[in-house]
């Protein structure tokens, strides 16, 4: 649920507000539709269990889908301060996609591990992205609590990992808090257009 933005020295031009406010809809609409689907396929899976094929795709998929994410930010933002921080996000992102790909073929708890780490991580990074972009853009408020909240979630589906009663509807309401943050963001910047309007 990160989000690396490079910001910029000046003022953000309407446009980049408006690209940022539909990539966070776009990334609600996601997170919504892989919370649903990773619930309604891992209801009895616990931490012991191999995840299966589809919970698997779902799980390998999500990091990747915030690779691209990413990425898109930085296109709508151009080069910055946090330019160096959306790279390390995104590689990060593929680093977390490809130990998935490895944990899933094992159990649930070693899938919790790595996407607990990739959480904390990129919280980290999307903390200090937003506290570097709120001067440029403003209205980062929203992404500065979900960074923080992400190292917390992620430091607790790490440490989750070892219960043999752990399961994957921890990591959807992961998904699912950051799609409440973007929606919160989204009317963040919406506020501020149209106070630029006025």
């Known amino acids: ?63 990747l889908w915030d690779v691209v994410a990413t990425l898109l930010e930085r296109r709508l933002a151009g080069t910055g301060s946090t330019h160096l921080v959306s790279a390390l996000n995104m590689a990060l992102g593929l680093a977390a996609a490809l130990g998935m790909t490895v944990a899933v073929f094992s159990t649930v708890g070693r899938a919790l591990l790595v996407f607990g780490i990739w959480a904390l991580l990129s919280g980290a990074l999307q903390l200090v992205t937003a506290l570097r972009r709120r001067r440029a853009l403003g209205a980062q408020w929203p992404m500065i609590i979900s960074g923080g909240q992400s190292v917390l979630a992620g430091a607790s589906l790490a440490a989750m990992s070892t219960s043999a009663k752990s399961g994957l509807s921890t990591v959807a309401g992961y998904s699912a808090f950051g799609a409440v943050w973007f929606l919160v963001s989204v009317l963040a910047i919406r506020r501020r257009s149209s106070g630029r309007s006025a």
């Not at 609409?29 to 269990?49: C, E, H, R, T, Y």
Request: zero cysteines.
């Open 1 to 63: 649920m990160t989000t690396t933005t490079t910001a910029a020295t000046t003022p953000a031009p309407t446009t980049t507000l408006s690209g940022l406010r539909s990539l966070y809809l776009i990334r609600i609409a996601f997170s919504l539709i892989w919370v649903a689907l990773l619930l309604a396929n891992s209801g009895s899976l616990v931490s012991k269990d191999s995840p299966s094929a589809i919970v698997a795709v779902l799980l390998v998929v999500y990091p």
